[in-house]
């Protein structure tokens, strides 16, 4: 018996990535070209249009999905269909997401929800991959989230097998980019947290009540010790990062700017290989 999206509960993640001989049948909406049924179907969510893009240019024949206000976009990964949407910064558009999930009927075998994270503890530096064992929320909608346990053991296998070094570790989402390494160290403690981001949280709510099972996988673009430029100042009202904000922003903070930089371009290279990874053994 199907789920409330068409996705079997008696599936196991061992069965979906391969550890256990298995097919599955796509249950495709109406928006959807379904002529060639996948072996796996993904859903990632990510943040910003860097972001997005860094998934959507691992994937081929990509065509646009267009729920009123965002970015989507599915193609494919070999056998897997692949389906990114971009959720906004704050995660100002997930609502849109679920929304157009809901009424398409759409179902997925895992979401990822990818992106940044800033290092929160010494245990985590620039460049690690991270996988959230649950999120928590110090925002006005204080909570926690906890992600399936078989999910983060059959991700983490599939990494490492690749020779990706993962660090599983407790996330935090909030409501503002932290700039100081003396607000990543309270922030750190206080929640027993290792990472910060600003959607994660949000989207695994929403993920839950869709059915679809989802983890977050991050990548750390600025650890503990790092002082970055308030980013806060280029982001707009729905979520959206202002390019011409962010290019004045950074020239009135060059050499934090140009750190930023480079560790996010290791982060990207890190976050790009570990999708990959996934999406090439599941």
Known sequence: MAGPLGIKPNQSPEELCGEAADSRVWHSSP???????????????AATPFEFDLVTDLLEALQSLAPSGLKGRQGR????RVTVFQTQIRAKGAGIVFDFLHRTRSCFDLALVCGFAAGLSPA??????????????????????HV????????????NRTGISLARCTGLTIDRVLT????????????SAQAADMESYHIL???QKLAVPALVLRAISDDVTQTVPNLDLAIDEAGGLQISRLLRLFLRRPLPAARLARTSWRAADSLRRAVHSILSSC
Do not use: H
């Not at 002529?35 to 993904?42: G, L």
């Not at 399936?148 to 990494?159: A, N, T």
């Open 205 to 207: 709510r929403g993920m």
């Open 77 to 80: 990964y070999g056998r897997n």
């Open 31 to 45: 928006q959807i070209d379904s002529s060639a049924a996948p072996s796996r179907s993904f859903c990632v969510l």
């Open 148 to 159: 399936d346990p078989s999910w983060i053991r059959v991700i983490q296998r599939v990494l």
């Open 180 to 191: 100081t390494a003396d607000e990543k160290i309270v922030l750190g403690r206080r929640f």
């Open 124 to 145: 985590v530096q620039v460049g690690d991959v991270v996988l959230y064992d649950r999120c928590l929320s110090a925002g006005e909608e204080a909570g926690e989230c």
